[in-house]
Each structure stands twice: as C-alpha cells, then as structure tokens.
C-alpha cells in the first residue's frame, strides 16, 4: 500500500531528525527540514507546499519571504540527498517554462532564451552550470531572470541530457525560427520544449519521472 504524505513526512522527519539523537538538530535545521518536507509532501488540498511560489508559501506560513526563500534553499541542500541530480531535475523543469527575446529589428530572430526562476537551488546551479562550460549568462535586470544565448543554451543542455533529445530539439528550433512571424515562433517554441521535456523524463524511465514530478515547481 502506497503510504500517504502525511506519513512520508513524518517518517523523512523522524529519519533526519534522529540521525545524531534526539535534540541534537539545530534549531535552524529543523525548521529547514520542516520546510523541505512541506514542500514535498504536506500542503493544501492534497498537493505538496512546493508547488506554490515563495511569496505564496510566505502568506501561508506567515512568514517573511526572505525566509521561505532561505529555508527552502538550505532545506534541498541538507536535506535532498542528491542536490547535483534535484539541481539538474529542476534545470529540466524551469526549460519547460522558457521563453525567448527577440532582437530589437522586425527580423524576429530570437537573441535569448528567458528563465524566470525564484527557486534558489535551481538558479545557482544553472547559474554554476554555465561558468563550467566557460560560457557567460544575463542576469543583471533581475535577479529571478536568467537570459542564455542559443549558442551556449544548447551546447549546455548536451552536458546535461541525452544527446539525441538535444540535437532533435536544436533541429526544432532552428526551423521554428524560421517562421514569418514572432506569434508562431514564440508558440512553436512552447511546443517544442514541451516535447523534449517529455522526452528527456521519458527517457529517465518510470522511478526518475515519478521522482521529477514530485519536486516543487517553484512557479511565480
């Protein structure tokens, strides 16, 4: 029998918070680690706190936002085991959110892929992830928007997800931005990254896509 959140939280609970005996977490990890388990399994009308976004989760716990933000960056960190794999997991999730700018003239070019982003963990690995690959990114308007050009988007995603996903998706927006007008490349543009969203989870087999649509959307 499937166990019910309430009891996935209260046993992920009890396995951290015993780890060291009983009395030993710091005041500032347990409300961490309530916070991690919030967002995973507890919430309103059945769905985990993490699918709400932080100003969202603030009201509801009455809390500042600059905690709920804190809290939920050092609660993956701690508490997520992997954060590597949950960093990329969530990467993979902010792509199906993308969008695009264009270029100034009437051309309709896409000059960058946009990410808004107010997950903590998944901006700083993305972030991270680009000054690997030797590559530079447009953050400077906004702290929550990350611009990539193309050129690095792609080459970025191959050192992250299956290379045939990658190149069907690069072929996709290559003949996308071929549209006349910037309605249809912004639209087609949705759909193919819906499409290798889906293929990359597909891909991951049944345990990583249950997993993956589990985490918080951290939507705005």
Request: charged share 25%.
């Amino acid at each position: 029998m499937t166990a019910s959140p309430q009891d996935n939280f209260a046993n992920g609970f009890l396995k951290h918070y015993l780890k060291n005996g009983i009395g030993s977490m710091p005041k500032s990890d347990v409300d961490a680690l309530v916070m991690h388990l919030l967002d995973q399994y507890a919430g309103e009308q059945g769905r985990p706190l993490g699918r709400v976004s932080n100003q969202i989760a603030s009201e509801r716990l009455r809390a500042p936002l600059a905690k709920i933000k804190r809290l939920r960056y050092e609660g993956c960190l701690k508490f997520s085991g992997s954060p590597e794999n949950e960093g990329r997991d969530r990467f993979l999730r902010q792509i199906a959110k993308a969008g695009l700018e264009f270029d100034g003239d009437s051309s309709g070019t896409p000059f960058k892929v946009v990410f808004v982003i107010e997950d903590t963990l998944a901006k700083n690995w993305i972030q991270g992830k680009i000054k690997e690959n030797g590559s530079i990114f447009d953050g400077s308007f906004n702290s929550e928007i990350i611009k990539i050009d193309p050129n690095v988007f792609f080459p970025l995603l191959r050192t992250l997800f299956p290379a045939d996903e990658v190149d069907s998706f690069e072929k996709k927006f290559e003949a996308v931005q071929k549209k006349a007008k910037r309605e249809e490349i912004v639209s087609g543009f949705k759909a193919i990254v819906s499409s290798f969203v889906d293929g990359v989870v597909g891909a991951a087999g049944t345990a990583a896509a249950t997993a993956l649509l589990a985490l918080p959307n951290m939507t705005m």
